[in-house]
């Protein structure tokens, strides 16, 4: 019974994390659908994995549901919980691995996706992303399969008219990107800066109301540029350390510092396409990074 769960752990996770886009709500999620699967008579599943599948699904839309009243009321911009792994990790990926390094998981489409409606994220995610057919997700849901395929259309298109921040770059290219970043930010370089931002540039930042952040995204090559330079004088702070990694398996950077007159940590996501900045997306929230190793200051 154990054995048969652990098979699917992994891929459960990474439905339940997209669909909530928090690392303990999918743990706890997981933890709730092997609760399930301990009590049910597995000799009556003909697909474990189809059957684990829809009932994750409806664990997390049950959380998504009871979870709306409370992000509205999120002080600022809401972005999910990253998943941060060492720069070295990048070595080891094995081919699955680096597909999951796709928009699949990045955390610009994790932070659209919370603009579409519980039903529609759960039809979204299953069917775009897993594949589930839309009978099952209909299972999931509770409704006709063509209400199913509906939602999941009308998510796909909410997804595609909202404008996800460009996101190609394979990780060489980030690489010489987020380095001319740095390099610029602590040369007190501007323009140098600016030539390395889309002039469409969006800047998110979350703290959640617990931690110095941008209230409202800032947008545009010149705002975004003189924000980020101002901020990016400071890793030349010996008080501060600035660590790249991988943040949902793309080129990130994790920080800790003084700021404020507050010990803070960051954790810095970035869109990038054709050579450029597309997006920075800050997380500070310190309830969202609690599951990260501490940075001390030098």
């Known amino acids: 019974m154990a054995d048969e769960f652990e098979r699917h752990r992994d891929h459960l996770t990474g439905v339940a994390y997209r669909l909530l886009g928090g690392i303990a709500e999918a743990e706890d999620a997981v933890q709730e659908a092997w609760l399930r699967w301990r009590d049910v008579d597995q ?3 003909d697909d474990p994995r189809a059957w684990l599948t829809t009932v994750t699904g409806r664990i997390c839309l049950d959380v998504l549901r009871s979870a709306r009243v409370r992000r509205e009321a999120y002080v600022g911009s809401w972005l999910p919980e990253p998943v941060v ?10 081919p699955g691995e680096r597909v ?10 994790l932070a659209l996706l919370e603009r579409l409606t519980p039903e529609q994220r759960v039809a979204f995610v299953l069917h775009d992303v897993f594949d589930v057919p839309f009978d099952q997700i209909a299972d999931t849901l509770g409704i006709r399969t063509d209400a199913a395929r509906a939602l999941a259309s009308r998510g ?6 909202s404008g996800v921040p460009r996101h190609n770059a ?23 800066l600016l030539a390395v931002l889309a002039p469409d540039v969006t800047l998110v930042g979350d703290g959640g109301g617990l931690a110095p952040s941008v209230r409202e995204p800032v947008s545009g090559a010149e705002r975004v540029g003189r924000f980020l330079f101002n901020l990016g004088r400071r890793a030349n702070d010996p008080d501060v350390v600035l660590v790249p990694v991988l943040v949902n398996g793309d080129l990130g950077l994790y920080g800790a ?13 970035f869109g990038i396409a054709d050579g450029r900045i597309t997006a920075v997306f800050n997380q500070l929230n310190p309830d969202k990074l609690g599951h990260l190793p501490p940075l001390e200051p030098n």
């Open 170 to 192: 394979e990780l060489a290219e980030q690489r010489r990107v987020v380095a001319a970043f740095l390099r610029a930010c602590q040369q007190g370089d501007l323009a140098g």
């Open 85 to 94: 792994r060492p720069l070295a990790d990048v070595a080891t990926l094995d």
């Open 156 to 161: 796909r298109r909410a997804v595609r008219d």
């Open 43 to 45: 000799t009556a599943i």
């Open 100 to 109: 999951a390094r796709t928009d699949e998981v990045s955390m610009a489409l």
């Open 257 to 269: 510092g003084e700021l404020g007159g507050n010990h803070t940590a960051v954790v810095m996501a």
